[in-house]
Nanobody
Framework: QVKLVESGGGLVQAGGSLTLSCAASGFTFSSSAMGWFRQSPGTERDFVAAIAWSSDDTDYADSVKGRFTIYRDNAKNTVYLRMNSLLPDDTAVYYC?????????????????WGQGTQVTVSS
């Protein structure tokens, strides 16, 4: 079955950087768009970024554009989220997601499969 395992979360000061990883298995990773979402306590899960199977298309939420970079390594079945210039508002549980839709649609249509999440806390 589909398995998505996130790692790399932690506590970082504002202005710092973190790279999240998501190891995927149980499906054809190299054919699937992948995405990152996040959820803070009391809020809905929000779209962060998505990447096409071939890496030739990416999409970002306005709140992270220019600070976060999504990329993938199909040989390792892993998708990453590099987060720079972190802000306290970036504090959330970050989830990896897989879907059979395009990267551009992932912000509109809930993905099929989710990881368990990794906590990112940014202190001011």
């Amino acid at each position: 079955q589909v398995k998505l395992v996130e790692s790399g979360g932690g506590l970082v000061q504002a202005g710092g950087s973190l790279t999240l990883s998501c190891a995927a298995s149980g499906f054809t990773f190299s054919s699937s768009a992948m995405g990152w979402f996040r959820q803070s306590p009391g809020t809905e899960r929000d779209f962060v970024a998505a990447i096409a199977w071939s890496s030739d298309d990416t999409d970002y939420a306005d709140s992270v554009k220019g600070r976060f970079t999504i990329y993938r390594d199909n040989a390792k079945n892993t998708v990453y989220l590099r987060m720079n210039s972190l802000l306290p508002d970036d504090t959330a549980v970050y989830y990896c997601a897989e879907s059979d839709i395009t990267a551009q649609l992932m912000r509109f249509i809930s993905p099929l499969n989710w990881g368990q999440g990794t906590q990112v806390t940014v202190s001011s």
